[in-house]
């Protein structure tokens, strides 16, 4: 996993309620344990007419050239509910967004994103109509986690995030990386238990 220290880029607005996992990536592209290959079916139904990858639809907010490589995404309220399929998180990245702002997210999506780089940021729906509104507009949005700041057009917040979590994306580390970092240790617990049994 890459660390996430600051991310650069335009955002993406797509603010409908209880965007669901299956919203995100259908049931019908579960089959794969591979993370490639899914952006493209990121958000099938919306974003392509009739099921077919070869008719995008144009009137969808990342099928639009000017976001069509946003890094970022302004969400709606409950974001990533439903089932805890981590192949949500797998296909947004694979698009490209590393960065979700909404007013709440689902928890197993939520701590699915820590473990797949995707940095999940919760605000208050008055900032989040600010923001979109910057975002309308084209305008060039900055994530800087180690100050914990969203910044865009002059606009500036502060977000909150566990530290444990904040720390783990500062490093690129999933659930395998932080047990890797406590490698020595297991040696030595293992190395004195097996002197033990016999």
Known sequence: MKPFTTLESSAAVLKIDNIDTDMIIPKQFLKTITRVGLGEKLFFEMRYIENDLSKKNPDFILNKSEFSNSKILIAGDNFGCGSSREHAPWSLADFGIFCVISTSFADIFYNNCFENGILPIILDQEKI?????????????????????ISAEGVEFKFDIDESKKTRLLKGLDS???????????????????SLMF
């Open 129 to 149: 109509d600010l923001l979109a509104k910057v975002a309308s507009t084209g305008g060039n949005f900055k994530i800087d986690l180690e100050n914990q700041t």
């Open 176 to 194: 395998i990386g932080l047990t890797m970092e406590k490698m020595d240790s297991i040696k030595a617990f293992e190395s004195k238990n097996q």
